[in-house]
């Protein structure tokens, strides 16, 4: 069945936002964002502003020559990193432009893109904790405090998927995992057990830091969208004080 063009530049304007909010839920910066929206939109003969901000994007699609004008507001998704999403959204770009792809097909590349598997969870642990591990290496710590960070991160990151699947605040579930991995490699400290326990402590919380948040507020700064980037740059000092509370909440029940 024909759909009309006052449909098709509904379901236009539709994707977009659903474009931008994946981006942005998968860790994109504005710019990224901007650039992606628009060059879909130009692929179809039109134009598109845009206004991001933390929670939520306005999107309004106009052509002077066709005299249309429509405009949405969709919430965003919640942030986190995703950058297989990230990736795969500008090869679809690019394609829609070059293959000049209809909205069906972008819709169906889309469904797609939502549905690809993410690496297995215990990959996932196992590699944030080996990676966690190996800066404990880089700071100079042995192999028992090499061992103890690898633990302590694998068990904090696991209590901090857990603390997300029963829908915690963001920011609490990033002080039950520092909790959790400080008084896991708080106890070798407490204890006096190894070379230099303190190592391990130091770097048992790194996988919590917020870099995307960071860099992105500074990429957004940068390029002059200011009131996103005081805002992811918030978020993260946010972050950063719920870690802070995490290793402090160790070393008081420690006395360490």
Known sequence: MEHSDEEKNSELCKLLLEVGSLLMGS?????????TIQRIANAYGYDAELLITHRALM???YN???DFFVSRLK???PHGANFKMVSGISRMSWQIVDEKWNLAQVRQEIVRL???AHYPRLVTLSMVALAGASFCRLFGGGYMEVMVAFVATFIG????QEAAKKAFNPYL???FAALTSSLIAGLPVKLNLGAHPDYAFATSVLYLIPGIPLINSMSDLLDGNIMNGMVRGINGLIIAFAIAMGLLSA????NI
Request: hydrophobic share 45%; glycine share 4%; charged share 25%.
């Open 114 to 116: 939502k549905t690809v």
């Open 64 to 66: 002077d020559e066709k």
């Open 75 to 77: 919430r965003t998704l």
């Open 59 to 61: 999107l309004s699609v």
């Open 251 to 254: 070393i008081l029940t420690y």
């Open 157 to 160: 990151l696991f209590v901090r």
């Open 173 to 175: 579930c990033i002080y």
């Open 27 to 35: 860790g994109a910066n504005s710019a990224r964002i901007r650039i």
